[in-house]
């Protein structure tokens, strides 16, 4: 990208809005865009640079909006197109930028393309899309399992082959390797990008490379051959920002999206901080139990690869991940305090924070009880397949709680009134009791809630050249309770401490780090002079911004 040496994603926190469930303007309990617009006086002041919306587009809504039907229209349970500009103008307006989601790698089946594939063999349309005839003994072309369970592959009665997709059936893959499919993506694109949109977030964007007949899905060979096309013909010489969904990036394939010569992205979002906290059979369906040494190594990992070159993205949650506070924090003992030492560790790392709508106020998991509550396409799918595969129904909803998607999609908590201030309606999700006391207006008129402890960190970025371009460096690596790094640009040196445990600690301090200097960020006390032992209280975290010695 020709970009200008420092974008300004760099000094730059996104907000991300599930739009079904952030604001309901008119009472049929989805949220939609009139609704979001009403909230941008709260996003401004949050100071939040843009807002990531996760997919507005008509949809059959099978995955949630991520089953596209019409990438050109909005659905309408979300608006209109005029909407949409109204938000793109009223977000400007107020120095926000609009990213949308761009949902590629598959479509609905109730797209044109595909209903217009399915016609025959012979469609215009057929190779937009992976078909493939049985294997020869007859029965699936391979053993491709769809990520949602079950094969990738399903068969197509009428015209007699198996089509591919790595979600739900209904979300055929788009076959990338066809150049009128990529013309009619970039042409797309820039219908989208024309009308004022400050950048794209990449769904799954690691598997559009892929080769399905020799068992390739994600980092195909084509893959960054493809996103260096996107590039020349989309979005290369506009000021946009550019992040792809990747599960499957290592720090050396990040470089390779991100590099400052590479001309793809502007950074991927990487799973591996999520993932080494899974189980290695069974996924996150059976988490285990939070392990601060493993998440450290792995946090400190991407930081140090991508020190030089490439750009991290920095996130604890979205819409597919469990609350954060409840994942990595106490929701008992101490929600306020762990949910800000969260914020503490994330935003003063080197990279661009993402916050998911709600976890600036500390909104936790839902405790649902039954199977009936639950919404997700993918919760559902993995119910019915751990079932029968002999798991308990109270096992399964455990495993739910701990880490299915649903925990991120109730609706927003906006006041202590019915709904959460959320709808006039019946939400399509019900939301979290704990909404009388978790909520935007309670945050808003306490000056040391969470809220206020994102809007000071998000602030900070702005001000201090060291939390965007200080290089980073970890203490007590192995150490279980505390997790710490510095981050140092020219003379300067930013200590950030945290207490990751509902346990006092002794801290015996690296003589290195004996600093004095002003406390930038803090969630009990602010210390300014730090000597050989701390005592930190529970979930304590602070930052002292001083001199290097
Ligand atoms: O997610 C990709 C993805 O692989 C997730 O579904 C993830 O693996 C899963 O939730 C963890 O078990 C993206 C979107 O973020 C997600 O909402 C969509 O469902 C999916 O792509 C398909 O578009
Ligand atoms: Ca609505």
Not at 4 to 12: C, F, G, L, S, V
Not at 156 to 179: A, K, V
Not at 229 to 241: A, C, F, P, Q
Not at 364 to 380: A, G, M
Request: aromatic share 12%.
């Amino acid at each position: 990208m020709s970009e200008a040496k420092n974008p300004w994603w760099h000094t730059a926190t996104i907000y991300q809005v599930y739009p079904r469930s952030f604001s309901d303007s008119n009472g049929d309990g989805i949220g939609d865009l009139p609704g979001i617009i009403h909230r941008l006086d709260y996003l401004a002041d949050l100071g939040v640079s843009a807002i990531w919306l996760s997919p507005i587009f008509k949809s059959p809504m099978d995955d949630n909006g991520y089953d596209i039907s019409d990438y050109r229209e909005v659905a309408p349970e979300f608006g209109t197109l005029a909407d949409f500009d109204h938000l793109v103008a009223e977000a400007k307006a107020r120095g926000i930028g609009i990213i949308l989601d761009l949902v590629v790698n598959h479509s609905s089946d109730e797209h044109p393309w595909f209903l217009d594939a399915c016609t025959g063999r012979d469609s215009r349309y057929r190779d937009f899309y992976i078909w493939r005839d049985a294997a020869p003994g007859g029965g699936v072309p391979n053993d491709i399992p769809s990520i949602f369970g079950g094969s990738a592959w399903s068969f197509h009665e009428s015209t007699g082959q198996y089509y591919f997709h790595q979600f739900t059936r209904r979300q055929p893959d788009l076959n990338w390797e066809n150049p009128e499919l990529r013309a009619q993506v970039y042409e797309m694109m820039n219908w989208w990008l024309d009308r004022g949109i400050a950048g794209f977030r990449m769904d799954v964007i690691d598997l559009i490379g892929k080769e399905p007949d020799r068992g390739i899905t994600a980092e195909g060979p084509y893959l960054h051959r493809y996103l260096q096309e996107m590039h020349d013909k989309t979005y290369g010489g506009r000021d946009v920002l550019t992040v792809g969904e990747a599960w499957s990036a290592t720090p050396s394939s990040a470089l390779l999206y991100s590099g400052r010569d590479r001309n793809e992205l502007s950074m991927v979002f990487q799973f591996e901080h999520v993932t080494q906290a899974w189980d290695p059979e069974h996924g996150k369906w059976r988490p285990r139990d939070f392990d601060l040494v493993a998440l450290k190594k792995v946090l400190g990992k991407w930081q140090l690869a991508l020190a030089d070159d490439g750009w991290n993205s920095l996130f604890w949650g979205n819409h597919d991940l469990p609350r954060a506070v409840s994942k990595y924090g106490d929701i008992s003992g101490y929600h306020t305090e762990s949910a800000k030492m969260l914020a503490t560790v994330l935003h003063l790392l080197k990279g661009t924070p993402y916050v998911y709508q709600g976890e600036e106020i500390g909104m936790t998991n839902v405790p649902f009880t039954t199977i009936e509550q639950y919404k997700d396409v993918e919760t559902l799918n993995m119910h019915r397949l751990h079932l029968e595969a002999g798991l308990s129904p109270d096992d399964f909803i455990a495993g739910a709680n701990a880490n299915g998607r649903d925990n991120a999609r109730t609706p927003m908590q906006w006041t202590d009134a019915e709904h959460a201030g959320f709808t006039t309606g019946i939400p399509w999700i019900e939301v979290n009791p704990n909404f009388r006391h978790i909520n935007v207006d309670a945050s808003l008129s306490d000056s040391s809630s969470i809220l206020n402890h994102y809007r000071a960190l998000i602030q900070l970025r702005k001000q201090h050249p060291v939390i965007v371009y200080g290089r980073y460096q970890s203490y007590l690596d192995q150490d279980p309770q505390f997790f710490i790094y510095t981050r140092t640009l020219g003379d300067q040196r930013l200590l950030v401490i945290a207490n990751f445990s509902a346990k006092e600690g002794t801290l015996e301090l690296p003589e290195e780090l004996h600093l004095a200097g002003q406390c930038i960020s803090y969630n009990y006390r602010p210390f300014e002079r730090l000597g050989a032992t701390l005592q930190l209280k529970p979930y304590e975290a602070f930052a002292v911004l001083g001199a290097k010695r």
